[in-house]
């Protein structure tokens, strides 16, 4: 499953509603947040993993 950054159109490893891979809290600015199929750009540990 994959969450995608609005503002900067990162898209990490994780959920809506929960943490992404690399520990950003998706909660903190639910708006900024969207669930995506597309592939994985984060290249931080714990998304690229
Ligand atoms: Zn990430």
Redesign the pocket.
């Known amino acids: 499953m994959a969450v995608k950054h609005t503002p900067t159109k990162e898209v990490?490893?994780g959920a809506k509603g929960g943490t992404?891979?690399?520990g950003?809290d998706t909660r903190k600015n639910p708006e900024h947040w969207v669930t995506t199929s597309e592939r994985i750009t984060?290249a931080?540990n714990?998304?690229k993993n």
């Open positions: 990490h490893k992404a891979g690399c950003f984060c931080k714990g998304c």
